[in-house]
């Protein structure tokens, strides 16, 4: 790709962990230039172990990286001199950390007039706006973990799907407002949250109790819209199957290519709805019938009448993936020990092409100076 859609745009990033840098990785893998502002020895996000150990590869590709003193006065002036360069800025420090240290954005409404400010927290204008979240409190306020859970056992979605979607809507914020300044020609703020955005994602099980008067029940307790919508056993105890069949044209062709002829002759399965009413009756006949074909077998069938289906594979499984390695789904990034990782890339296609790597993990430079190119 000969130019990249944000191309030119200056970043500055105050931020960690991964709500603030998965704002600055979806502009930098964009074409936005986008500097790292690392407190001295580096973002301790660089040295989390255990399930935050992949944080700091995922997020912080084609950025710029260098280490302030945020406590010293030199430290403060070389921060306010790249945010005066700047035509965003990223934070996600405490509620009013970046204001004590005259970093906050009123510090920039002269010196900067067209700069937009975007805020990574973990609560909206409110009673909350001061109190400090996470990915996990996020969803365990906003009803995401009830709803992942079995009932009475609230558990948190297997990824930091909270961080991430947040810090989308930190992107779609920004680039909202860049658009304002094309026409005005001045900046703005930009505020992103963990406990709204768990709010937005919920809110069709707060609709469906508008509509059916009923709270929505656990996931794994719920009725489901469609009789054959399960994970499925197959002959091979290792290679479980989902497969939904989602509508009576399906049905039919479900019905055909497995043989199901009882199934397919009756009229009283013909519509969804007492499909439905019926999976006691529908589901034990499948399930014997998947558990005596192999996973390769199903999904032959399957795919010969384009139904949806989908196996249950690890998040590493997915590095074998034939569909991501053809379509230039993942980047090779350099981690600090110099070993070569693949990692998923943007998941967007500009006029034909994905984002691909233009600078490799940065280092934590040391030095305390940096210019946007």
């Not at 840098?21 to 996000?45: F, N």
């Not at 010293?72 to 306010?80: I, L, N, P, T, V």
């Not at 955005?197 to 809110?203: I, K, Q, W, Y």
């Not at 994970?231 to 199901?260: H, I, R, Y």
């Amino acid at each position: 790709m000969k130019t990249l859609p944000l191309e030119g745009l200056k970043v500055i990033e105050f931020t960690h962990m991964v709500m603030g840098p998965s704002i600055g990785l979806i502009l930098g893998d964009l074409g936005a230039d986008v500097i790292k502002v690392e407190p001295e020895g580096g973002d301790h996000t660089r040295r989390l172990l255990g399930s935050g150990a992949g944080y700091f590869p995922m997020f912080n590709r084609n950025k710029r990286s260098v280490c302030l003193d945020l406590k010293s006065e030199k430290g403060k002036a070389e921060a306010r001199r790249l945010i005066d360069e700047a035509d965003v800025m990223v934070e996600n420090f405490r509620p009013g950390a970046l204001a004590k240290l005259g970093l906050g954005p009123e510090n920039f409404t002269e010196s900067n007039p067209r700069l937009i400010y975007c805020s990574a927290k973990g609560f909206l204008t409110g009673p909350y706006e001061d109190r400090t979240a996470l990915d996990e409190v996020a969803q365990m306020m906003g009803g995401l973990a009830y709803m992942t859970g079995p009932p009475g056992r609230p558990l948190r979605a297997g990824a930091s799907v909270i961080d991430v979607t947040g810090g989308m809507f930190g992107v779609i914020g920004i680039l909202a407002a860049l658009e304002r300044r094309h026409n005005t020609g001045k900046g703005g703020e930009v505020k992103c949250s963990l406990f709204e955005t768990t709010a937005f994602l919920v809110g069709q099980h707060i609709a469906q109790k508008a509509v059916t008067g009923t709270s929505a029940p656990p996931m794994p307790a719920r009725v489901s819209a469609w009789a054959v919508y399960d994970v499925f056993e197959t002959a091979n105890a290792d290679e479980q199957l989902f497969v939904g069949v989602v509508s009576d044209p399906q049905w039919k062709l479900f019905c055909e290519v497995m043989e199901l002829d009882e199934f397919a002759a009756d009229p009283a399965l013909a519509l969804n709805n007492e499909r439905v009413r019926q999976r006691d009756r529908i589901l034990p006949v499948i399930r014997d019938l998947f558990a005596g074909m192999t996973r390769d077998e199903i999904v032959g069938k399957l795919e010969s009448i384009g139904l949806p289906f989908a196996p249950i594979m690890r998040p590493d499984d997915l590095l074998e993936d034939q569909h991501l390695l053809a379509g230039g789904g993942f980047v090779d990034v350099t981690l600090d020990d110099g070993t070569e990782a693949k990692l998923p890339a943007l998941p967007v296609e500009v006029d034909g092409e994905r984002m691909g790597l233009r600078q490799d993990l940065p280092r934590a430079d040391k030095s305390n100076s940096v210019n946007f190119a």
